[in-house]
């Protein structure tokens, strides 16, 4: 289920030289309504953030139209844009480290403290919301990454392949470790009481459960540490290097994460994904974030060619300007539609297809970039990101 800093939106959209980025807006829009694409799938399936650790999600299958639907979701969503997401994450503390620098601040500074209370509202939304939360690992490997921003930038690169070497190793041992476990007899099924607790729970013991299987259900931040950090580190390179910027220099290094990321990208994930269930991790965080640098370069290009923004472009523009809001509110519209405390309709619709949960997926998103645009018309920032900067303030 994250991006450049949600809680600084004006400074995300500043280069190394103090000039505008917007493309950067439009990055973020695009990664928090991409979550979606992945995780509105677990909000519909049986059990919803629990059916998720049990289920053969992301395998490739043409048995059917429908089977076909889902698996190009799987191909396109699962994994690329929480490393998109990841990766602009980085490119936000990078900027916030190159202001503070520029204003002769002391770093981390506050910025420890900005980190701390993501984690805390990371918490608050992994308790109340969503399971697979993404923020309390942001603000952990934020910590981190800022205090490796005051050391030499030799040291940033060989930490930062060091975490990718270090993420390799344990993906190839749990990838190896599933291919050699026999399968079992449910065959990933999740038991009629953990769905019926979805479908039709009370709401307190929906929470009773994420608390009670808490660690289970925050496994995936830390089995991906490393590649968090490596993600963060790999941001803060391609802004230094001005790769989101509008002149020449920014439009060839896209052109080249374009070439590449979709070049090796796609055909890489294809096979992961036909690969089936067991190449599952190797799919959601070994190959993904090749994808996700194809699409910095894929968006790069298509907003190079835009003269004038028009809704789409707004829209996008407007969620990345509220990210933290839009990333909250998204899975707060999906609870309520899917679970048996909502709308109920996961289990209502269970045997129509996908189609329904496509459509879904396109509903949210448009609520989304159109509330947002609305809101941005009174307010200068989200609903979340003003608590943030308020609280921060005092």
């Known amino acids: 289920m994250t991006h450049t800093d949600a809680r600084a939106p004006r400074a995300t959209r500043t280069s190394p030289t103090g000039r505008r980025l917007p493309l950067l807006d439009v990055l973020r829009g695009v990664a928090i309504l991409g979550t979606l694409m992945t995780n509105v799938w677990i909000f519909t399936g049986p059990g919803a953030e629990w059916g998720a650790l049990r289920s053969s999600?992301?395998?490739l299958s043409f048995r059917s139209f429908a089977d076909a639907v889902e698996g190009t979701f799987s191909v396109l969503g699962n994994g690329k844009f929480l490393s998109l997401l990841t990766?602009?994450?980085?490119?936000?503390?990078?900027?916030?480290?190159?202001?503070?620098?520029?204003?002769?601040?002391?770093?981390?500074?506050?910025?420890?403290?900005r980190a701390l209370f993501l984690f805390g509202e990371g918490t608050v939304h992994f308790v109340l919301v969503f399971a697979w939360d993404v923020l309390m690992g942001y603000a952990v490997t934020a910590l981190f990454v800022a205090w490796l921003l005051t050391r030499s930038r030799r040291a940033q690169r060989r930490v930062m392949w060091w975490a990718a070497g270090a993420h390799l190793t344990l993906l190839g041992l749990l990838t190896a470790a599933l291919l050699a476990s026999p399968d079992t007899e449910d065959g990933g099924t999740v038991s009629r009481e953990v769905a019926d607790l979805y479908a039709h729970g009370d709401y307190l013991d929906q929470i009773a459960f994420r608390l009670e299987n808490a660690i289970a259900l925050r496994m995936e931040p830390v089995l991906t540490f490393f590649l968090l950090v490596f993600l963060f580190l790999l941001g803060v390179r391609l802004f230094r290097a001005g790769a989101f910027g509008a002149d020449e220099t920014g439009r060839r290094l896209r052109s080249r994460l374009l070439a590449w990321g979709l070049g090796l990208g796609l055909p890489l994930n294809a096979a992961a994904a036909l690969g089936g269930s067991d190449l599952f991790a190797l799919a959601r965080y070994g190959t993904a974030p090749l994808l996700a640098?194809?699409?910095?370069?894929?968006?790069?290009?298509?907003?190079?060619?835009?003269?004038?923004?028009?809704?789409?472009?707004?829209?996008?523009?407007?969620?990345?300007?509220?990210?933290?809001?839009?990333y909250v509110l998204q899975n707060v519209l999906c609870v309520l539609v899917s679970y048996?405390?909502?709308?109920?309709?996961?289990?209502?619709?269970?045997?129509?297809?996908?189609?329904?949960?496509?459509?879904?997926?396109?509903?949210?998103?448009?609520?989304?970039?159109?509330?947002?645009?609305?809101?941005?018309?009174?307010?200068?920032?989200?609903?979340?990101?003003?608590?943030q900067k308020w609280a921060l303030r005092r």
């Open 57 to 59: 999600s992301g395998e």
């Open 87 to 113: 990766i602009l994450f980085g490119v936000g503390l990078a900027i916030q480290y190159r202001s503070a620098e520029r204003r002769g601040q002391p770093w981390p500074g506050r910025y420890r403290w």
């Open 293 to 326: 640098l194809g699409y910095i370069g894929l968006v790069g290009a298509l907003v190079d060619r835009v003269r004038r923004p028009g809704p789409l472009m707004t829209g996008l523009t407007s969620v990345g300007r509220t990210a933290l809001s839009g």
């Open 340 to 387: 048996g405390i909502g709308l109920g309709l996961a289990q209502r619709l269970d045997d129509t297809g996908p189609w329904w949960v496509v459509g879904l997926w396109a509903a949210v998103c448009a609520v989304l970039m159109v509330g947002s645009t609305l809101w941005l018309r009174r307010f200068s920032a989200g609903p979340l990101e003003a608590v």
